[in-house]
């Protein structure tokens, strides 16, 4: 059963850093696109970032493009996003997910982010 | 980047009745592959989000049967033939054209 589990979300505050982790399992991770996307409280899916399969290229939605950054390690199943100064409307719940045929359609629990002062 | 608008944003619905959800897109999600990048999300309480169809009427392992996809270009429906109560949750249309992905603002499916 393929599984993702997120994990490093918490209370942070404004201007200071958070990274958090995705680890997957049962299927082949080298083999997959992986999306972070977060949903902040009471709004809607909002994409984040995604990786390639070979960790070679990243892309970002521009409200977190040169703050954020997405990483994977095949080797240990796990993707990252190392978020750094967070704002107020960073605060969201981040779900990782595995790509196939144009979006995630595996994805975690989700992790929380906070970011308050 | 296409944006995506759904209708309606709450849809009540009766057990056992029908229920459509449309998408619209801004722009074709034709790829130039030829395939079109339309994939719906579902999202119930307490659970992890889940696709339920891709590339527009494809569906994801283990969907039940009573939900499918249809449309082209710019204009794609979600059917529920005979809603369940485990149905109740949040509908998401989703771009995959091209990256950002986008969604559009979600139908509230309640009983």
Known sequence: ?117 | DPVMTQSPPSLPVTLGQPASISCRSSQSLVHADGNTYLGWVQLRPGQSPRRLIYQVSIRDSGVPDRFSGSGSGTDFTLEISGVEAEDVGVYYCMQGVQWPLTFGGGTRVEI
Not at chain 1, 4 to 33: D, I, T, W, Y
Not at chain 1, 45 to 60: F, K
């Open chain 1, 1 to 117: 059963q393929v599984q993702l589990v997120e994990s490093g979300g918490g209370v942070v505050q404004p201007g200071k850093s958070l990274r958090l982790s995705c680890e997957a399992s049962a299927f082949s991770l080298s083999s997959h696109n992986m999306h972070w996307v977060r949903q902040a409280p009471g709004k809607g899916l909002e994409w984040v970032a995604l990786t390639t399969y070979d960790g070679s290229n990243q892309y970002y939605a521009d409200s977190v493009k040169g703050r954020f950054t997405i990483s994977r390690d095949n080797s240990k199943n796990m993707v990252y996003l190392q978020m750094n100064s967070l704002r107020a409307e960073d605060t969201a719940l981040y779900y990782c997910g595995r790509d196939f045929w144009g979006g995630p359609d595996y994805w975690g629990r989700g992790t929380l982010v906070t970011v308050s002062s």
